[in-house]
């Protein structure tokens, strides 16, 4: 019994050292935020607001720099990110583009090939056309795409397959419309797909709702309809859920910072605690309600599982789709 109490004792000692280990870490030099759109794109203005606040808050001591590797729906970042180190110096920021591009075979990394740190923010997916566009309401959008879903021209943002994708093709499926013949055309960035709404060349966007929060307030655009299980407040109250119309058509896209598949537990607890603190700061709050994102926080475990739920509701709508190859 005593040997069994030392015993107990030791390993206890053992595991609090480890546990004091880990908390202990922090980055030794600077550290390196890959961006994997171009600057000015959502993802991209949604990394560089999580280094603002990193420096401004002192949650990091090193200084901390963003890197644009644009392409590929986001992969040419990713890539870039998984070769190197995995010693805590090197994030990213995750978007549901890793899951898509997995699911139809367009690049060979998932989820699962990164060390998820924290869900910072969510968002849901938004089809919006232009203030004077004939097409008054989604019931309009739906009626059309019913009737002749090769009539609707749609940007779908940096990737065929992405969220806003995938909301829209599971809407037209509710509809009777036979998603795969929808015309959907993809752009580099966000600012290309609205410049093409607004100089007539295409009739919907379909993209994460953040993006239209400034021209909806300009008046540049009509938001339909949303992919949300629940509406909105601010500026998006008066637009409609999938749900609200009948519709099955509820599309989450999780926003999260994560760093190459093999990095330690030691600087995974660092990041989930640095993000934690920046998420609860009046500053990032006041970030969230501008840009209309849905304030959701999870750490490292529900990061994982956050992204398990949008796989699988990923893979429904690019089946509908028939991009699915996985």
């Known amino acids: ?152 021209s749609v940007a779908v943002g940096t990737a065929f397959g992405g969220s806003g994708h995938i909301a829209l093709a599971l809407a037209a499926k509710g509809a009777g419309a036979d998603p795969r013949k929808m015309r959907a055309l993809v752009f580099p960035g966000v600012s290309q797909g609205f410049a093409a709404l607004y100089g007539g060349h295409i009739d919907v966007v379909a993209n994460p709702h953040s993006s239209f929060a400034a021209p909806l307030k300009e008046g540049r655009v009509r938001v339909l309809a949303i992919a949300a299980p629940q509406r909105l407040g601010g500026d998006f109250a008066a637009v409609p859920t999938w749900k609200e119309l009948g519709i099955d058509a509820t599309v989450e896209a999780f926003r999260a910072i994560a760093g190459p598949k093999n990095m330690g537990a030691a600087q995974v607890a660092f990041w989930e605690g640095a993000l934690r603190k920046m998420v609860e700061t009046p500053e990032w709050k006041q970030v969230v309600d501008n840009r209309s994102w849905v304030d959701r926080f999870a750490g490292a475990e529900g990061c994982k599982a956050a992204f398990k739920i949008q796989y699988d509701q990923m893979h429904i709508g690019l089946t509908e789709l028939g991009l699915a190859k996985r």
């Open 1 to 152: 019994m005593r040997r069994s109490g030392l015993l107990l004792i030791i390993f206890s000692a053992c595991a609090l050292a480890g546990i004091a280990h880990a908390q202990a870490w922090k980055p030794a030099k600077p550290v390196e935020l890959v961006s994997g759109s171009a600057a000015g794109a959502a993802s991209d203005t949604a990394l560089r607001a999580v280094e603002r606040l990193l420096q401004e808050k002192k949650l990091v001591d090193v200084a901390t720099t963003i890197v644009n590797k644009p392409g590929g729906g986001g992969t040419v970042g990713w890539t870039y990110l998984t070769q190197q180190p995995a010693d805590g110096h090197h994030l990213t920021l995750l978007i549901g583009n890793l899951v898509s591009n997995y699911i139809t075979g367009s690049s060979t990394l998932s989820h699962n090939d990164f060390a998820c740190t924290a869900q910072i923010f969510s968002e849901v997916t938004a089809v919006a056309v232009r203030a004077d566009s004939p097409l008054r309401n989604a019931k309009d959008l739906l009626a059309k795409l019913k009737a002749d879903p090769s009539s609707i």
